[in-house]
Each structure stands twice: as structure tokens, then as C-alpha cells.
């Protein structure tokens, strides 16, 4: 047998290889967070760091239950608990309870991951499941904020946006670096940027959700501000205040629970960017990130179906 004959090799997938597994994936992430957390613990100090570890510590040892009464084997170096944990820590106020905190830990990972089969096979993103199930269960305490440094009880940027009250609004500047009230990871659009920037760059992310995402909030508050009169930094307010910079690179992004293809991808990101508008604007709850990206999640089956690659070569069956 001649050597040419064996050139084609057929085995099972996947066919494609990367040395970029789960652990250096979910390592990433960890450091692209690195930056929030550390705005959150400056801005935040001691009560940052209690929810955050309690999140953390809750996520990770649910997980460990969970695989133990599933008599499962842990992968070596995977984090994924972690970052659920630490992801939901950045959607909470500094004032939550520990016990609160760990709580959401635990819902995310057993109700959202772990009921739907683990790692790969949840279909809503499980942070953002732990933060519903804490708002819908302790909604005063979920919607309590204090200033930083200080700690005075203060109402979030969008709140006093939302209520007109004629408070003084926070600068455009204060929204990007950090310095304003809110959910300990929301709060600097800039130590997200940073590490929204540092996910693209190592691939892990793809520039069509957070973009598309993104671009829609601005444009639509762009419009609402030409129509209305309400100046130019109406959209930059909406861009930096709340959550929208951790969903667009953080949330949204999620592997598991957003399309997989290029158009899905960007009309994922637009879907979110809309449902967020309407919630902000129309809705009696002054933040619109977490259930419209938990909404898209509901229909991102659907977006794979209708935008996958046309197959070419095909036999459609006669049966």
C-alpha cells in the first residue's frame, strides 16, 4: 500500500483542536474581572469583600455537592464555579447579607446549572438566574444602595434617572471610573472596558454581541434624545450606568447560552439592546440588563435554528 493512500484520515469529532481548553478559558475570565474587582473592593472596601467571598465560597461548594451526589469527577483547574460566583457577587449591592449572597450562589449553580446537566448544558446563564432568585425573593434588600467610600444609603444612577426627583445627577465621569452607587461589578465602565478588551483579544469572545449589543442602547437613546431634548449625554448616561458594559462582555457572551453563529450572534445583541431600552424606559424597574439577556437566552435555540449555514451536497430523504 502505497503511502498516497493514506492522506484521508476519518475519525469522530471534533476535527478542530486548541490548546485554549475550559481551565485556560475560565482562567481568562478571571483575570479579565480582575480590574471590577478590584474597583469594587476600593470604592466598596470591607462589605465588597464579604459579599464576594461569600458568593464565591457558596458557587464552589455547591458545586462540589453537586458533583458528589451525581458521582461525577471534578475536572482538574476548571472554574467555572468561581466565575458564576463571582460574576453574581458583581450584580449584587455591598450591603447584601452574606447568608443572601451565598444563597444566590447556591440557586445559580444547583437550579440553573446543575438541574439542566452541568457545565454545557444550561440553557439560561446562571449568575443572572442566582440574581433573579435574589430580587424576586429579597427585592428591598436587592435594591439597596449606598454611596462609595462612604457607605451613605443613596438611590442607583438609574434610579434617580428613572424617578426625576431633580436630584443631582452623577457625572459621565464618575459613571465611567467607577465613583457612583450600584452592584459592586457594575459600577466602572472602564475596568470593564479593560477587561471586555482583553477577552477579545485572547478570542474568547466575539465582537457581534457586545457590539450590536452595545451600539443599539446608544442608538436608541440617541434617538430618544434628539426627539425629546434631552442632551448628549443622555445615551452616555444609559451606556455607563447599571449593568450594561458586565452583561455586554460578561453575560451575554456566555458560550453555552448564546447563538453560535455570526448573524445569531449580532441579532442576540440587538434583541438585548431593545429589551433593555423598553425595560428602562417603560418598565417599573429602573435596570433591564439581567432579563433581557435572560430572555434572550429563551429564544437563542431558535435564532441557531433560523440563521445556521445552508448545507450544500445534501439528499433530502423521500420517506
Partial sequence: MSSQENLLVVSSSPHLHSRDDITVAM?????????????????????????IVSCVAGAYLAELACLRIMKKERIPGEYSAV??????????????????????????????????????????????????FLLASFPVAMTTWVTPI??????SPLGMLKEATGRQLPSIADLFL????????????LALLIGGLY????GHIDWRIPGSYLGTVFVLTSIIAAVKGLGPDYPLFHMFAGGLFLGAFFMA????TSPITKTGRIIFGVGAGILVVLIRLKGAYPEGVCYSILLMN??????DRYTKARVFGGVKSHA
Fill in 150 to 155: 462612604d457607605g451613605l444609603t443613596t438611590a
Fill in 298 to 303: 429563551v429564544v437563542t435555540p431558535l435564532i
Fill in 83 to 132: 466565575v458564576t460566583g463571582l460574576l453574581l457577587a458583581f450584580c449584587l449591592p455591598p450591603t447584601l447579607p452574606a447568608w443572601m449572597a451565598a444563597l444566590g450562589s447556591i440557586f445559580a449553580v444547583v437550579i440553573a446549572k446543575h438541574l439542566f446537566g452541568g457545565l454545557g448544558c444550561n440553557i439560561f446563564n446562571p449568575a443572572l438566574i442566582g440574581r433573579a
Fill in 199 to 202: 477577552l477579545l483579544y485572547r
Fill in 27 to 51: 482562567r481568562d475570565v478571571l483575570i479579565a474581572l480582575a480590574p471590577a474587582l478590584l474597583v469594587a473592593v476600593y470604592f466598596f472596601r470591607l462589605p465588597a469583600v464579604i459579599v
Fill in 253 to 256: 457572551t456566555d458560550w453555552v
Fill in 178 to 189: 467607577g465613583n457612583v452607587s450600584g452592584s459592586l461589578g457594575e459600577t466602572s465602565a
